[in-house]
């Protein structure tokens, strides 16, 4: 590993002030665990790090807000989210999606900005806040903006984010009476890297779906949402028949590609089926609540 600069701001608005628009070898690091990987396989040599772990506390909390969204600091660890009362209660699909992503050992030190701004396609949290509308509020040396996380992903580990702009926290609206899913489909452990997954949020009444957000990932170079999905679901009672024509729709729609965890012949087999899974789930599942 060649030798870099290590800065510990107390402040995110110090920390962006340490960051360089122009260098990409001076990179913001929150829990480290994927930026340490790109160290250590020499995809990533940086000049200087700028860890953001002794930022303001207020970073690291979750907390509901006015209208009854949830407020998750870029700080909190993915352990942290899963625990969470306050996050539990009003979207509990959060949880549920935690609880097989990677291991213990990594949610107990990544944190959600870091998972957010790493751009993998294969993380299991972006197609969920991306189903959930949820939004990034990103700081830099301009000030503060708002992006869904339906754009804060554009391609292959790309973001919209600057070099010298930070995601602050996350922005999860009120789910009341929504109901919410994530299939995730590992082709090898329970808790490896998902070869699809597909995250479901949707309001219907008994099996009529009222209106439904569909997003998948990591058979896609980035999340997606799926809007021929949505529209087929939309107002419709659900039956075999709706699920195979969803299905249909979704691989004509979405752009998979083939890696290590399986061709695209074989993706899109699975996004039939897991399309179909998803809807029956999230059907079947309580909403989140309101206060
Ligand atoms: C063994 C292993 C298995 C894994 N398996 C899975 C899995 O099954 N599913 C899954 O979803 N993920 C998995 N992951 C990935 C894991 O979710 C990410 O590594 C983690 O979420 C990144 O968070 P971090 O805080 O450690 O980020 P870091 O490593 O600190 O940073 C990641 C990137 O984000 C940037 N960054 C960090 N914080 C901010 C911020 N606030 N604003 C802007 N940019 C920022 C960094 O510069 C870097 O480019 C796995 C990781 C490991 C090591």
Redesign the pocket.
Known sequence: MTPFELLEPKSLQEAIGLLDPEDAAV????????????MKGGFLRPRRLVS?RRVEERYSRIEAGPEGELRIG??V??SALERSAEARARVPVLAQALK????VR??N????????????P????PPVFVSLGARVV?LGPKGERTIPVEELITGYYETV?GRN????GVVVPAQAGRRAVYVKC?TRSA????CLGVAVSMAADKSVVREASVAISAATERPVRLRAVESILRGAAVDDALLRRAGDAAVDEATLFADAQGSVAYKKQLLRVHIARAVRRALDTAGGSAH
């Open positions: 990179r913001p690091i929150a829990g480290g665990t994927a930026t340490l990987l790109m953001l870029a700080l660890t993915l097989t992503l990677a291991n990594v949610r030190v990544a944190t959600v900005g870091g998972h957010l701004a790493h751009g993998d294969h993380q299991d949290l990103a984010l702009e930070l995601i602050a590992t808790d490896d890297w998902p």
